[in-house]
């Protein structure tokens, strides 16, 4: 099956997670226009800018079917000790930029797909940087749940 061989391709390019979702708009996105609508964007311009693209994905990738989500156990070591500690620093500030460790593994999935699939793909990789909710889609491709603090939550 399809699904188990690119499953199969983000875990050999060093992914921990990956699962597929549909790029479909779904009712945690479309509550996207609600929550603008009530003011909670704020003075986050950006989110309303691109609003219907955060709804719905096919809008962001024309043609796009699915949506491939992946996760990565980020670990950059040891909390450091003494001065350093009692800063309060979070630990993921401590290792390298997360986007450049990521985006890097997603243009070797990204390259992976033509080969697997023997055709033409096209894609469109965020590393939380584009209108995608990334959040619902792991959800629904069944890398966890969002918990009560709207992080993605797997076990």
């Given at each position: 099956?399809?699904?188990?061989?690119?499953?199969?391709?983000?875990?050999?390019?060093?992914?921990?997670?990956?699962?597929?979702?549909?790029?479909?708009?779904?009712?945690?996105?479309?509550?996207?226009?609600?929550?603008?609508?009530?003011?909670?964007?704020?003075?986050?311009?950006?989110?309303?800018?691109?609003?219907?693209?955060?709804?719905?994905?096919?809008?962001?990738?024309?043609?796009?079917?699915?949506?491939?989500?992946v996760g990565l156990v980020y670990d950059p070591g040891a909390?450091?000790?003494?001065?350093?500690?009692?800063?309060?620093?979070?630990?993921?500030?401590?290792?390298?930029?997360?986007?450049?460790?990521?985006?890097?593994?997603?243009?070797?999935?990204?390259?992976?797909?033509?080969?697997?699939?023997?055709?033409?793909?096209?894609?469109?990789?965020?590393?939380?940087?584009?209108?995608?909710?990334?959040?619902?889609?792991?959800?629904?491709?069944?890398?966890?749940?969002?918990?009560?603090?709207?992080?993605?939550?797997?076990?």
């Open positions: 099956m399809l699904r188990d061989r690119v499953v199969a391709l983000a875990l050999s390019v060093g992914f921990d997670l990956a699962g597929i979702a549909a790029a479909l708009p779904t009712p945690e996105t479309r509550f996207l226009r609600s929550w603008i609508e009530r003011g909670y964007a704020g003075d986050m311009h950006y989110i309303e800018r691109r609003a219907e693209e955060r709804v719905d994905p096919r809008l962001v990738l024309e043609g796009a079917r699915s949506i491939v989500a909390r450091p000790r003494g001065a350093a500690a009692s800063a309060g620093v979070a630990r993921y500030a401590g290792g390298d930029d997360y986007h450049d460790v990521l985006v890097e593994r997603l243009r070797a999935l990204e390259a992976g797909f033509e080969p697997l699939v023997g055709a033409p793909v096209r894609t469109r990789g965020y590393v939380d940087t584009g209108p995608v909710q990334e959040r619902v889609f792991a959800a629904y491709a069944g890398l966890g749940w969002i918990g009560r603090n709207t992080c993605l939550i797997h076990p």
